[in-house]
């Protein structure tokens, strides 16, 4: 399949927005939908990770049915554990064809092909990974792998900031106070919904000053 080209100017967009924002809910959203739009993808995931019962919780979600979303509890240590274990990104080609899959019979069914993991890393902390999902088999490539990263980075930061604010003890407290991220429909305008497909000169400049 052709893959869009990803450049700065598509993380400037999403930051952007997320930097105008300080509710966490909007904040998972507008990530989730300006990846999946980014990437022009089938969808993507966010989950924080619940130290306590070692699974990974869903906070929001973009493309994704709402029957593989309540597949079942999603295992930290099951579910491309790599990405919590080493905090390092996974790729997976072939979902057909990996045992890092926890629900892989779910994966074929909702019409998923290749699925790429990042963790969302705070200092030396570990809070969630971002996952993207594509409808065809993708290669992931550097730029891919580093922009997923970049926003994930990005949304960690922000939702730390929430957590402070709030005076959470845990990230997976934001929870907490969302509703159920498999109704959550974004009421504010995203990065890819009513702008240019591109910056002008100008609005690149002022976003780097």
Avoid at 46 to 51: E, G, I, P, R
Avoid at 104 to 120: C, N, Q, Y
Avoid at 165 to 184: A, F, H, V
Wanted: proline share 5%.
């Amino acid at each position: 399949m052709e893959k869009p080209v990803i450049t700065y100017e598509s993380l400037i967009r999403i930051t952007r927005s997320i930097s105008m924002i300080r509710d966490p809910e909007e904040i998972v959203l507008i990530s989730v939908e300006g990846v999946t739009s980014a990437l022009n993808v089938k969808g993507c995931t966010l989950f924080l990770f619940d130290k306590k019962s070692d699974l990974l919780s869903l906070a929001g979600s973009y493309g994704l049915s709402r029957e593989y979303l309540k597949k079942g509890p999603v295992s930290a240590m099951r579910s491309i554990s790599s990405t919590l274990e080493d905090g390092q990104p996974v790729a997976i080609y072939d979902v057909n064809d990996d045992p890092r899959l926890q629900y892989p019979d779910a994966a074929r069914k909702e019409g998923i092909a290749s699925i790429l993991s990042v963790p969302m890393i705070i200092g030396d902390r570990i809070i969630g990974c971002l996952r993207v999902y594509t409808a065809q088999p993708w290669e992931f490539g550097h730029n891919d792998v580093n922009f997923v990263q970049a926003v994930a980075q990005v949304v960690g930061m922000a939702l730390e900031l929430c957590r402070i604010n709030k005076g959470y003890k845990d990230s997976i407290d934001i929870l907490k106070s969302m509703r159920d991220p498999k109704m959550l429909k974004s009421k504010k305008r995203t990065p890819y919904e009513g702008v240019p497909k591109s910056f002008s000169k100008g609005e690149v400049a002022r976003a780097n000053a």
